[in-house]
């Protein structure tokens, strides 16, 4: 099979360069993820994003997919992300999540070499090309937001929406239609202005090198309940495959940042 995998030795994130090319470590300059480090150096032309539809509520309906590496939800056309020292502008196309197991972090970028809970990547594509195959040409193709979560007792309500339909999409290629809501409320309250940015790759296959990474400092909380959702109700196979696989620990492993720069925003 050409799928890859995070677990098995044939398919794991080390295998991945046997079936695409592009993720082999001979070529991971500008690979992702990495480890960030609070005390690089402040870039005061890093202003806010300016994040458009984030704070309304979109028209039609939104998707929720299991597609067996993780939990996407694809957005529809209405938002987009500009600023920031970004080259362009970048449309919203889905939002997905990576985890840890029961009792193991799962983020995919550290800081300081300390492993979140979970990270939430919301995908962007640069609003001049047509298609993902396009933008995945260009070296500033994509342009991804990531979040790190982290756990505490209360629930979060916002994240609930979402969280509440896992178990619809608990098996490989089921899908979930879910009402809109302004994607505002899973975001941090405060220090949207804090950001570390780098250029990186896909932390996936293909693993292209065209995204536009921006990590923001302050996480997001959800509870401990709402983790294990994830950590518990989401299988890597299909509903009536013969051995059932949690989904788990879907992180790649750190990448070294070579001579590229990390910065982060000044304020
Ligand atoms: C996840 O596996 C998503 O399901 C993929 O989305 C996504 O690929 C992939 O992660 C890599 O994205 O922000 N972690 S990441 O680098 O967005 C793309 C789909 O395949 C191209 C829809
Ligand atoms: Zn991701």
């Given at each position: 099979?050409?799928?890859?995998?995070?677990?098995?030795?044939?398919?794991?994130?080390?295998?991945?360069?046997?079936?695409?090319?592009?993720?082999?470590?001979?070529?991971e300059e500008h690979h992702?993820?990495i480890?960030?480090?609070?005390?690089?150096t402040?870039?005061?032309?890093?202003?806010?994003?300016?994040?458009?539809?984030?704070?309304?509520?979109?028209?039609?309906?939104?998707?929720?997919?299991?597609?067996?590496?993780?939990?996407?939800?694809?957005?529809?056309?209405?938002?987009?992300?500009?600023?920031?020292?970004?080259?362009?502008?970048?449309?919203?196309?889905?939002?997905?999540?990576?985890?840890?197991?029961?009792?193991?972090?799962?983020?995919?970028?550290?800081?300081?070499?300390?492993?979140?809970?979970?990270?939430?990547?919301?995908?962007?594509?640069?609003?001049?090309?047509?298609?993902?195959?396009?933008?995945?040409?260009?070296?500033?193709?994509?342009?991804?937001?990531?979040?790190?979560?982290?756990?505490?007792?209360?629930?979060?309500?916002?994240?609930?929406?979402?969280?509440?339909?896992?178990?619809?999409?608990?098996?490989?290629?089921?899908?979930?239609?879910?009402?809109?809501?302004?994607?505002?409320?899973?975001?941090?309250?405060?220090?949207?202005?804090?950001?570390?940015?780098y250029y990186g790759?896909?932390?996936?296959?293909?693993?292209?090198q065209?995204?536009?990474?921006?990590?923001?400092?302050?996480?997001?909380?959800?509870?401990?309940?709402?983790?294990?959702?994830?950590?518990?109700?989401?299988?890597?196979?299909?509903?009536?495959?013969?051995?059932?696989?949690?989904?788990?620990?879907?992180?790649?492993?750190?990448h070294a940042t070579f001579s590229r720069t990390v910065s982060?925003?000044?304020?």
């Amino acid at each position: 099979s050409d799928d890859y995998c995070y677990h098995e030795p044939h398919c794991d994130p080390y295998a991945w360069g046997n079936m695409f090319p592009s993720c082999h470590p001979i070529l991971e300059e500008h690979h992702s993820p990495i480890n960030l480090d609070q005390q690089m150096t402040r870039n005061s032309s890093l202003d806010s994003l300016h994040l458009e539809g984030f704070d309304v509520v979109q028209t039609g309906h939104w998707t929720l997919k299991n597609d067996g590496h993780s939990v996407v939800l694809q957005v529809g056309s209405g938002m987009s992300v500009s600023g920031g020292g970004l080259p362009d502008v970048y449309h919203t196309i889905q939002l997905h999540f990576h985890w840890g197991g029961p009792s193991a972090n799962g983020s995919e970028h550290t800081v300081d070499k300390r492993r979140y809970p979970m990270e939430m990547h919301i995908v962007n594509m640069k609003s001049i090309h047509p298609n993902l195959t396009v933008a995945l040409d260009d070296p500033t193709g994509l342009a991804v937001l990531g979040f790190f979560i982290d756990v505490v007792y209360a629930d979060n309500v916002h994240f609930g929406q979402l969280t509440q339909k896992l178990s619809s999409v608990a098996y490989r290629g089921q899908t979930a239609k879910l009402k809109p809501f302004p994607l505002m409320s899973l975001l941090p309250k405060h220090n949207m202005s804090q950001y570390y940015r780098y250029y990186g790759s896909l932390t996936t296959p293909p693993c292209s090198q065209v995204v536009v990474w921006t990590l923001y400092e302050v996480p997001v909380y959800i509870s401990w309940s709402q983790l294990a959702q994830f950590t518990s109700q989401i299988f890597s196979t299909e509903e009536n495959a013969e051995q059932v696989t949690p989904l788990q620990m879907n992180f790649r492993h750190i990448h070294a940042t070579f001579s590229r720069t990390v910065s982060a925003s000044s304020d």
